[in-house]
């Protein structure tokens, strides 16, 4: 802090020009100069201030624009190392706040530090909006002052201790990547962060427990079935693209099938290549449907509950055999020996042909005349005979990944779509202490306002709006869910393309349903509730019909919705028309313990 006091204004500002030059390729805008000048005058004067009340202050670190490694340019305005605490700071200066957004932006560079970052994990880390007026308003989370009580806030935020700030910059920080960047740091044979989140998470044991049962089958010349389970975000896909890689060699003993066709498609446009993820369909027409023989002895395949059964089988292809009995049967025919990994969702068959689940499996294993060892997490072994199965407790994955916000999100889903709204409200505040997001609103304009404050300068941030295919009210209110404008939507560009383009997600002009956003991730969802899903005092589910007889065609429908609010990284925004057949729903959300959007909008002059 005393290098900071000695340093001019023109001299701070010109070394962050530079800064910004190496980063971008570009010097900053006049308008971005002129704010730094402001935020040195308005950081200055509060630490001077700061240091007359507790002269310690004078060896705190501060870094002006400090870059979050491996997010895209993504920078708080100001990171003080408060005594053993640490203070983020956000300016929002040149007229009123008016948006929540403002508020959750730093909200997220304070959680993700306290996660990511090695120097950070475990102090106590204060986000701190400063404004140009003061704000009657406070958040639990994030302190809102104005520039007269920014010193006031850095006094709360420190803590004893001492945090030397070269080696607090030299910490790592290692954010988890989404699945798409995994896919693409897998595909460049760069290495995974060993991300603290996914260890605890128990993602490293499990691949190491099926790495060995492959050796195991190699060097016995057996046959494994591995069924890996886990909760919405848990990281299934990822063991098995890790997998996949860590088996890659010149041998290419590995592959990874997905029926998802767009999350197929949305990886190949990533990696610009249509190899290293297969379509599972196409494989299995390949190979179970006829001679040929695969030359991968390791076959990992995504959502293995959702495999079509024996009557879609036949309704689609005319053959009398389940998409299980034909990969058990590619696996059979494969010399000496062969590794199936299955990775099963929880809550997420939405198609027709697809409430087999794991019984499916069962009665393919049974038909198959070569015997498998099965391998699965403890409460799925009654569902196999019991002389070849084998348990393990690392083949359950049980924590949500896609964020530690979003950690308690799925059982906050499962409470709200079982209808027991008091639970859910109770879950949705351990979610939102999580510093995950939950709105609710029947405005998209108000949904477009706070997302372009909420991910500001953030240009790698996705988000979009996705709906259900069942429903027919949407499209009177702008939201084009219909099959005709949905199926021309293309995954790749809507989940890849640059955030200007009219082609993507963050246009929010065009939603996907939930066959095109399934397994794919977005960092803020804005799930468009329907008539097709319906509160009265409990659920009302209409969905509508299909060409093959579903044979719980409520239970699908539920499972649609788990997957359109289930998308979200940072945070999910439903928005609810504002028709009047959707009026209790809309307040059963709020039962649920969703905040109003509205309702969280600042306002400077706010009473």
């Known amino acids: 802090m005393e290098?900071?006091?000695?340093?001019?204004?023109?001299?701070?500002?010109?070394?962050l020009t530079a800064h910004h030059q190496r980063l971008f390729g570009a010097k900053p805008s006049a308008s971005q100069v002129e704010a730094w000048h402001s935020e040195y005058a308005t950081t200055t004067a509060a630490l001077q201030q700061l240091v007359a009340r507790r002269p310690e202050a004078q060896d705190w670190g501060v870094l002006f624009e400090y870059e979050l490694p491996l997010e895209g340019g993504r920078r708080p305005d100001l990171v003080v190392?408060?005594?053993?605490?640490?203070?983020?700071?956000?300016?929002?200066?040149?007229?009123?706040?008016?948006?929540?957004?403002?508020?959750?932006?730093?909200?997220?560079?304070?959680?993700?530090?306290?996660?990511?970052?090695?120097?950070?994990?475990?102090?106590?880390?204060t986000p701190i909006l400063v404004t140009d007026t003061p704000l009657a308003y406070h958040n639990s989370y994030v302190r809102v002052a104005s520039r007269s009580t920014m010193v006031t806030e850095l006094d709360r935020a420190a803590r004893p201790g001492h945090i030397e700030l070269k080696e607090w910059i030299r910490a790592p920080y290692v954010?988890?990547?989404?699945?798409?960047?995994?896919?693409?740091?897998?595909?460049?044979?760069?290495?995974?962060?060993?991300?603290?989140?996914?260890?605890?998470?128990?993602?490293?044991?499990?691949?190491?427990?099926?790495?060995?049962?492959?050796?195991?089958a190699r060097a016995t010349q057996e046959r494994h079935l591995v069924f890996v389970k886990g909760v919405p975000g848990s990281g299934k896909t990822l063991v098995g693209l890790r997998l996949v890689y860590e088996q890659a060699g010149d041998e290419a003993i590995s592959t990874f099938l997905s029926?998802?066709?767009?999350?197929?498609?949305?990886?190949?446009?990533?990696?610009?290549?249509?190899?290293?993820?297969?379509?599972?369909?196409?494989?299995?027409?390949?190979?179970?449907l006829s001679e040929r023989v695969p030359r991968q002895h390791v076959l990992v395949f995504d959502e293995a509950q959702r495999a079509w059964d024996r009557g879609y089988m036949q309704y689609k292809r005319g053959i009398d055999a389940s998409e299980a009995d034909l990969l058990l049967r590619v696996g059979s025919e494969l010399p000496g020996w062969a590794v199936l990994v299955g990775l099963l969702g929880e809550g997420q068959e939405i198609y027709s042909g697809e409430e087999g689940g794991v019984d499916q499996w069962t009665e393919a294993l049974a038909s198959c005349p070569v015997r498998w060892r099965v391998h699965c997490p403890p409460d799925l072994a009654g569902a196999f005979p019991g002389d070849?199965?084998?348990?393990?407790?690392?083949?359950?994955?049980?924590?949500?990944?896609?964020?530690?916000?979003?950690?308690?999100?799925?059982?906050?889903?499962?409470?709200?779509?079982?209808?027991?709204?008091?639970?859910?409200?109770?879950?949705?505040?351990?979610?939102?202490?999580?510093?995950?997001?939950?709105?609710?609103?029947?405005?998209?304009?108000?949904?477009?306002?706070?997302?372009?404050?909420?991910?500001?300068?953030?240009?790698?941030?996705?988000?979009?709006?996705?709906?259900?295919?069942?429903?027919?009210?949407?499209?009177?209110?702008?939201?084009?869910?219909?099959?005709?404008?949905?199926?021309?939507?293309?995954?790749?560009?809507?989940?890849?393309?640059?955030?200007?383009?009219?082609?993507?997600?963050?246009?929010?002009?065009?939603?996907?349903?939930?066959?095109?956003?399934?397994?794919?991730e977005l960092d803020m969802a804005v799930a468009c509730w329907g008539a097709d899903l319906v509160w009265d005092g409990r659920w009302r589910f209409k969905p509508i019909r299909r060409r093959y007889p579903q044979r719980e065609p409520e239970a699908i429908l539920s499972n649609v919705y788990r997957v359109l609010l289930t998308r979200g990284r940072d945070g999910l925004i439903v928005y609810v028309p504002p028709d009047p057949v959707l009026r209790q729903t809309a307040d059963a959300l709020r039962g649920a313990g969703m905040e109003d959007l509205e309702g969280a909008l600042l306002a400077a002059d706010r009473p």
């Open 3 to 15: 290098d900071l006091l000695a340093t001019s204004s023109p001299e701070l500002v010109a070394s």
């Open 81 to 125: 190392l408060a005594g053993g605490g640490v203070a983020v700071v956000e300016f929002k200066t040149g007229g009123k706040v008016r948006s929540q957004g403002a508020v959750d932006q730093v909200l997220g560079y304070a959680r993700d530090l306290a996660e990511y970052h090695e120097g950070t994990r475990g102090r106590a880390v």
């Open 175 to 216: 954010p988890l990547p989404s699945l798409v960047e995994a896919a693409r740091r897998i595909f460049r044979h760069e290495p995974l962060p060993h991300v603290k989140r996914a260890e605890s998470a128990g993602i490293p044991h499990t691949v190491e427990l099926i790495s060995r049962i492959i050796e195991e």
């Open 259 to 288: 029926g998802n066709g767009p999350l197929v498609k949305v990886l190949g446009d990533a990696l610009k290549s249509r190899v290293f993820v297969r379509d599972l369909h196409a494989f299995i027409k390949t190979y179970g």
């Open 388 to 520: 070849m199965v084998e348990t393990h407790p690392e083949l359950n994955l049980t924590v949500s990944m896609r964020s530690r916000r979003a950690e308690h999100l799925h059982r906050w889903v499962a409470a709200l779509l079982d209808g027991r709204l008091d639970q859910a409200s109770s879950l949705a505040t351990q979610v939102r202490d999580a510093g995950f997001s939950l709105y609710v609103t029947d405005s998209i304009a108000s949904t477009r306002t706070y997302l372009e404050d909420r991910y500001r300068d953030e240009p790698t941030r996705r988000y979009g709006l996705v709906a259900s295919s069942h429903d027919k009210l949407l499209p009177s209110y702008g939201i084009d869910n219909s099959w005709l404008t949905t199926s021309r939507v293309r995954p790749e560009r809507w989940f890849n393309a640059d955030p200007s383009s009219p082609d993507s997600c963050c246009s929010l002009d065009q939603p996907v349903t939930e066959f095109g956003c399934q397994g794919l």
